[in-house]
């Protein structure tokens, strides 16, 4: 195969988009590998490492964009241009091609004078400066860049704090303001219980099983996932928090994150006992108990939700179960299982619903055996190769660099969905399916490309996969949660009702077959 390409001078475009163009590209019959890029050096080594590096696009500028692809063919160029330019314009659409982006956060408030919130995507080692500068404006600010240095985090955070400010993130994907979902989100019901999430997915899940419950949304503000860490010691969970108390619009208050450092945890404890409202502190895996008569320690995203529908509602609510292990034929799928087949492997896109069903795990099978490369399980050597129960992230730092985050490109877990399917210690197949803003349009139509590959090689070898799924998301959504829904089933696969119940589903699953 031969590498070809072309190289177009001071062309610049956003990573998000060259990254879906780039899956465009590989989509072309007859393309065996394509990368669409700025010249960056990250992306000439992500160039070389997907052999695709020519000592043209070595000498490339990072305000070069290249269009690399390998091939047998040699009649390819004018489609695989036509496809680029497809998609570059269809990104100008929706644009006045007479109105001119602003550059900068000067630029910027100079046309919208009235806006107060700048949300920050640049790469980490810029994304300081600006927030800064937006800070210094009186903005306030989300910042979703992640690989910010952690000594400019607190730097930034401590601005914002002596301003009166929010400043959520770094590497904060999730937040509702006013009822606007910012970044990854969910079209949710407005209420009247606030969030504060160290979390994305986390974030999500809770909301959109408020939702489910017949509650609503004041506010859903993030903080980013290491806030609630020693260096940072909770800034901006505890001024978020404080902000909630004063708020008219939120009568309940609920504080997430993955487990906190201690001294944090008991930081964030000893605040709210001086707030006046009803809060749920939910911080997986810490197993917190009941605080006080008004704060109510709970250690699952779901019960968390739960108790914060029936403290704005004043009533008792429960979730309506979709699957359940009574409904599977459990004997018939015994029968279809070989002897090696013993254990559960967890594919997600969402860092913190891994990490809860993780924690599951670790409560109800021998923990020994439950292995991630999250959450605090025993880590997993190599992220890249499961070892008996394995929780994989598949959003970790270690699996996106120079690549789209799974909730955007989806495909990008089939490949390891293939590779489980083809060990013959899988039992059960645990994934999850996020929508809403910022997601894939048709993630499920994705996921099942593999799934039906993995069932064909599972029963090439005489042996029978179980697959169990979690759509996070409304009806509301774009996507439509009913319609993913019935995707997954139409193809056997078992959909449970929130992440929590999936996770006891799939163990229900591995543990019958040894009942």
């Not at 390409?5 to 019959?29: C, F, T």
């Not at 960056?40 to 070595?58: I, R, S, V």
Request: aromatic content about 6%.
């Amino acid at each position: 195969m031969n590498i070809y390409g072309i190289i177009r001078h001071n062309a610049y475009y956003d990573s998000v988009s060259l990254m879906q163009i780039s899956r465009a590209v590989e989509d072309i019959e007859g393309v065996d590998a394509a990368m669409v890029c700025m010249g960056t050096q990250l992306n000439k080594d992500l160039l070389k490492d997907a052999g695709l590096l020519t000592e043209e696009f070595a000498s490339s500028k990072p305000s070069d964009l290249i269009i690399a692809y390998r091939t047998v063919k040699t009649d390819l160029e004018s489609l695989v241009l036509e496809t680029v330019e497809a998609k570059l314009n269809a990104k100008q659409d929706d644009k006045d091609v007479n109105e001119q982006d602003p550059t900068s956060v000067g630029s910027a408030v100079k046309r919208y004078p009235e806006s107060n919130l700048v949300l920050v995507s640049l790469p980490g080692q810029y994304a300081a400066r600006e927030v800064r500068k937006a800070l210094n404006k009186k903005l306030h600010v989300m910042l979703f860049s992640d690989n910010v240095r952690i000594d400019e985090e607190l730097e930034l955070k401590q601005l914002a704090h002596e301003k009166g400010l929010l400043m959520m993130g770094p590497d904060c994907g999730t937040a509702i303001i006013n009822g606007k979902g910012l970044c990854f989100a969910n079209k949710v019901r407005r209420g009247r219980i606030g969030i504060v999430g160290a979390s994305g997915t986390g974030l999500q899940e809770v909301t959109v099983l408020i939702d489910r419950l017949g509650g609503g949304i004041s506010q859903a503000l993030g903080t980013g996932g290491r806030d609630l860490s020693y260096e940072i010691g909770g800034i901006m969970m505890l001024d978020a928090y404080r902000a909630l108390e004063q708020d008219p619009e939120t009568d309940v208050i609920l504080l997430l994150s993955k487990p906190p450092v201690k001294e944090v945890e008991l930081k964030i404890i000893e605040e709210v006992k001086k707030g006046q409202k009803p809060t749920i502190i939910c911080f997986l895996n810490s197993e917190l108990s009941h605080v006080n008569e008004r704060v109510f320690g709970l250690n699952t995203l779901e019960q968390a939700a739960i108790k914060a529908v029936e403290l704005e509602l004043n009533k008792e609510v429960n979730i309506e179960d979709f699957d359940t292990l009574a409904a599977v034929d459990l004997e018939s799928w015994k029968a279809n299982v070989s002897k090696d087949q013993k254990y559960l492997r967890a594919l997600y896109c969402g860092g913190t619903v891994c990490d809860e069903a993780a924690y599951i795990a670790s409560t109800r099978l021998d923990k020994q055996d439950v292995y991630s490369n999250v959450g605090k399980v025993t880590r997993l050597s190599d992220a890249y190769h499961s070892v008996k129960h394995s929780f994989i992230d598949l959003g970790d730092d270690n699996f996106t660099v120079g690549k789209p985050h799974p909730m955007i490109e989806p495909s990008l877990r089939n490949a390891r969905l293939i590779q489980e399917a083809k060990d013959k210690e899988t039992a059960v197949i645990l994934f999850d399916v996020e929508i809403g803003y910022g997601s894939h349009v048709e993630p499920t139509e994705v996921v099942l490309e593999a799934i039906r590959e993995a069932k064909q090689i599972a029963k090439a070898d005489n042996r029978e996969i179980m697959f169990v799924a979690y759509v996070l998301g409304t009806d509301k959504d774009t996507q439509s949660l009913d319609k993913q829904i019935r995707l997954l089933k139409q193809e056997g696969v078992l959909v449970a009702s929130s992440n929590a119940r999936a996770a006891h589903l799939a163990i229900d699953l591995v543990g019958g077959l040894n009942a």
